[in-house]
Structures are given as C-alpha cells and as structure tokens.
C-alpha cells in the first residue's frame, strides 16, 4: 500500500461546478500538508498549504484535513477551464525533508 | 528572479551515456530539492540539500546517481551508465526555512 492514495480520475466537470479532490493516506505522522496544481509538461505549482487538522480558505479553493480519519480534501468553487490540470496532494513529516506525493487526479472543466 | 529554472528542458540520450542536469534556485532559498516523477505518477524524492551540505538520500537515488550544490547556490544531478527505465521528468525544488517549496519546469530525459 502507497502511504499517500489519490483517485487517478480523469475527473470532468462542467463549467461553474464545485470540484472535490481528495487523498488518503497512512501515515498519521504527517503534519504539513499541500495542494500542488500541475499542467501539462509543467512543474507543479502550489496551491494551498495547511499545518495539522483545519481547514484553510483562498479566493476560490478551500482546503480541510481530518486528521482522525486520515483524509484531505481540495474544493475548487465556481470551477473555470483554465482549472483543467492534474491536482496533487503533499504531505510531510514534522521532521526530515521528504515531502511524498500521491499520484494526482487529472481534473477536466468544460466549458 | 522569478523562480527556479532548470537547463536542459530536454534531454535524449543513448543508453549508457551519463547526463547532467542544472538547477537554479530562488536566489535566497538554502533548501533544495531533487524530484523524479514519471508519467501518472506524483513526484518522488530523490535528495535534499540545505545550503551546501547533502542531507538526505532516498533509496530510490542508485549509486549511478550524484547530486551537488557547490558553494550551496545552483545544483547539479547527474546520471551514469543511463538505462531506460532512467527516463522520466527530473524536477527541482527550492525552500527558503520553514516556508513550502516551489518547483522548477522540469527536465524531461528520455534514454533511448
């Protein structure tokens, strides 16, 4: 088993939906946890960045992490074209500098 | 300086060439990272530096691999003896403290 899992997708979505991205994982040591946002052929790109359980806010992404249950989940509202991407999630320790990566959910918005 | 660049963007090679690969950091980021990740699948950490020093390895990173960060500014990854399954997109990240890391484009080598 992979210590950070992720639905592979493709998910596709019309334009203006609210998208749910998610990530299990096994490790309950992770405390920092990320949203990288990834295009075609590119290097990802940070998204979002929470320490321990909550949930974080940013314009139209909103980020929340169950610690208890071992589960993160990314919301996208208001979702546009320019959002169709692979979305993967991050997750490290307090310490050393390994940050394990699931394997990113290839997300569709049609116009 | 607006982020972390890497050179070459590409790379073709014949198996069992060796390849280098450059990355260039955010100016005043002391942590860098490398990654590999292949196609459908996250990135995977190959091995970090903090200023100078080569802090942590993964497994993943075989003796046919070595990394530097002379005089801990840009970084250096290279490949000997390249075999096929080498190919993917080598990825660099850099980290200033206890902020997140930001990646660079990528080189994406294929060993033919």
Known sequence: ?111 | DTGVSQDPRHKITKRGQNVTFRCDPISEHNRLYWYRQTLGQGPEFLTYFQNEAQLEKSRLLSDRFSAERPKGSFSTLEIQRTEQGDSAMYLCASRQGLETQYFGPGTRLLVL
């Open chain 1, 1 to 111: 088993q992979k210590e950070v899992e992720q639905d592979p997708g493709p998910l596709s979505v019309p334009e203006g939906a609210i998208v749910s991205l998610n990530c299990t994982y096994s490790n309950s040591a992770f405390q920092y946890f990320m949203w990288y946002r990834q295009y075609s052929r590119k290097g990802p790109e940070l998204l979002m960045y929470t320490y321990s359980s909550g949930n974080k806010e940013d314009g139209r992404f909103t980020a929340q992490v169950d610690k208890s249950s071992k589960y993160i989940s990314l919301f996208i509202r208001d979702s546009q074209p320019s959002d169709s991407a692979t979305y993967l999630c991050a997750m490290k320790r307090n310490y050393g500098q390994n940050f394990v990566f699931g394997p990113g959910t290839r997300l569709s918005v049609l116009p």
